[in-house]
């Protein structure tokens, strides 16, 4: 322990230490501070003058902005208010329903307390809630009121504190979207004044108007109409024109076609001074087209929110621990490699796959698990990249870095599974390509057809309605939606989809094949009991087995003792140690003590050590190592594997569903048994090679059975392949040897009820959605080419139809209603989003 400054007083801000104090150590000394917000302002300012005077660090602009946020107290009434002494200040935690959520990159960190500031001056900002800044990925999270503020206020808050905050977004795709908004907004204002000097203009059919007068209104509507066509359709004439080039036309290559038709007959009609004009036909459909996609681009935005927020756990710094800096320094993630050591802090996200060598802490695995509930991890514990340590302090070797580790994994992963085209998408994409051309000789045949019986201006019109009501863009996305939001929804709940294309069978699975170690059993020859006859106590029996069993290589021993070293127990001295086949023997404290199986003990029966549980009550195949002092059976160690909780109640939910269940495994047929009699499973294979159980899915198969198969992913391997739909338990793997179709990464088998149940649901909207498309392509076509719509009416059903796919996909993320928000909240929410 390094010695504390004789001071009285606050080393930053110099007020007295009247309600406790806050230390920070450093090599030299300690530092003593009135509050958490002078001992972390402090730390940053140290870190980055890489000294410490606190004389110099009250003259720096981040102590005085964090004075003047109240960071920093200025008088003892502040200091009392930060200490809780006065009127607390606003609770900013829960955020209102109808808050947006909005993630920064900030740069400029330079250790954990920059995060800590951060995110107390957000909390004492009006509308800003559950504010969450990480230090090692470099992200601020948080809920906003957009009524209240804006991201742009945001993050001009946090640049007054010294950093540079801006949008998580590729700033060119910002700019895209800026851009695109503005096209829009011009787009509007034109069209509506098209739309007005067009109602002048019409009133021309019930009365006479001179030649000069249709001029006069006629060419303003064409100046306008011009910009609109082509400043606002702009993008819609170039993916047209690339899609015509590339021999895959679609949406807009009709759109691009029935607009210039519109257009192209208003400008001849205007050369001969006719009143026939479809100028505003030509720009409603051109800013119809740029609206719809405004609100689509938005949707398709909160559906792929959740995969953001697992792309932003991988840390962009870590602290690496060297003999330089046995405390860590914080170092581009890049640097890190398998065997480093780093620090991990309360707040941090864990960089690394590894092993707890020193520390102990809480750790939330939401993240990646779904899991609420933290898990307290101490040396000798594995912990897993991605997850976030509420409390404590680690120091973690690592075992698996980067690509390697389960979040590089896991991203990536996401990534294969967001990019690989399903069969039915594969069919889908063929119906496009076949499906443009189709529409277009619909339309022309229409028009021919108006031609020989009527006016020109109603053929064109006709033709027109027919280009702009079909929709293939409803059934281009009816799939990539949903496969996108299906993949978010699964990250939620701790699954990881691999192949998305297995969810197409999963509605037909009628058999399941699990694999009974590590999938309903822990999969661990482990300690799970100790049971001692009176008057003997408990830390007794411990000292005296750990004393005989320090020496021991059996896996009995190593579970004693991690048992020991749990409770504290130390061992006592032992001497005369001797290793049998079956056992150890040894005299500690002047008595001999035997420990191993009921062969090689010799006391009398064993009175009052009740027998292992039973199979039916969770006890599964138990084994006992008895201990024996002088000639007194006293204690026994139970060893066994153990159901998973949640094993014979997702069995019964199974059975409700109808599924025909077959347990498999390569133990003995008593082992394999016991597990089946106590989750209730009628049908089982012992002693089944990975060969066999591949071997039984393919037989499965063959009988017309549609196979879904869970294993552990490593050893079930061949199985798996083989399934039409596999789904493995993490069972601390690397994930990229396994070779199911969807993991569970936490290993609970109540997880395959949420993938059924994630599946169906998937597959239901997929299926609303080819054949919403459909049906609305089969009607609304036929109804164009009979003359019932106009084009304005067409381009609305047409924008529509592709909104309703996208909202129907939006309802797979759906938590709970949310309040309706009023109009000027909606609006005010546009123009700040660009």
Known sequence: MNPPRKSEACDLCGLPLTYGRHALETPS?????CCMGCRQVFAILMEAADTADPARFRETDLFRECLAAGIIPGSEKDLAQIAGRVEPEPNNEEAPENTLALMLKVDGMWCPACAW??????????????????????????????LKTDPEQIAKSVERLGYNARSSQDEGQKAWKRQAFIRFAISLLLTMNVMMLSFALYSGFFTDLPPDAVAKISWPIFALATVVMFYGGLPIHQKAISGLAAGAPGMETLISIGAFSAYGYSV??????????????????????????????????????????????????????SDDFPMGRFVDAGQLATGSRVRVDTGEIIPVDGLVVSGEGAIDTSSLSGEATPVHCRPGDRVTSGTRLLEGGLTVDAVRVGSEATLGRMIETIHQALHRKSPMEGKTDRLLFCFTPLVVFLAAATAA????????????????????????????????????????????????????????????????VLDKTGTLTEGQWALVALDITPPHYRADILQAAAALEAEATHPAAGQILQLCRREGITPAKATDTVIFP????????????RIGSRAFISGPALAGLPEPAPPGHGGLAESRVFVQIGHEVCAAFRFGDRLRQTAAGTISALKARGLRLILVSGDGKAATAAVAEAVGIDEFSAHALPEDKAALVSSLCSQGRHVAMVGDGINDAPALA????????????PLGREAAHVTLLRPDPAGILTVLDLTRRINGKIHQNLGFSLVYNLVAIPLAMSGLLTPLIAVTAMLLSSLSVTANTLLLLKKKARKPQSIYSVWRLRFWMF
């Open 29 to 33: 000394t300690t530092y003593r501070f």
């Open 117 to 146: 500031v951060i995110e107390r001056t957000l909390r004492k900002r009006p509308g800003v809630f559950t504010p969450v800044c990480h230090f090692t990925t470099d992200t601020l999270q948080c809920r906003y009121d957009p």
């Open 268 to 321: 001849f009609n205007l050369l001969a001074g006719s009143i026939h004009l479809y100028f505003d036909t030509a720009s409603m459909l051109i800013t119809l087209v740029l609206l719809g996609k405004t609100i689509e681009r938005q949707a398709r935005d909160r559906i792929v929110e959740g995969l953001e927020s697992i792309f932003s756990l991988k840390p962009t710094k870590v602290r690496i621990c």
């Open 449 to 512: 057809t108006c031609l020989s019986t009527g006016p020109a201006a109603a053929a064109l019109e006709r033709a027109v309605t027919v280009l702009v009501i079909s929709c293939p863009c409803a059934l281009g996305i009816a799939i990539p939606l949903a496969r996108v939001a299906g993949i978010a929804l699964a990250g939620r709940s701790g699954i990881l989809i691999r192949e998305f294309s297995a969810f197409e069978a999963s509605h037909r699975v009628d058999t399941l």
């Open 582 to 593: 079956n056992g150890v023997s040894g005299w500690v404290g002047g008595c001999e003590v």
């Open 722 to 733: 083989g399934a039409d739909l596999s789904i493995a338990l993490n069972t601390g793997a």
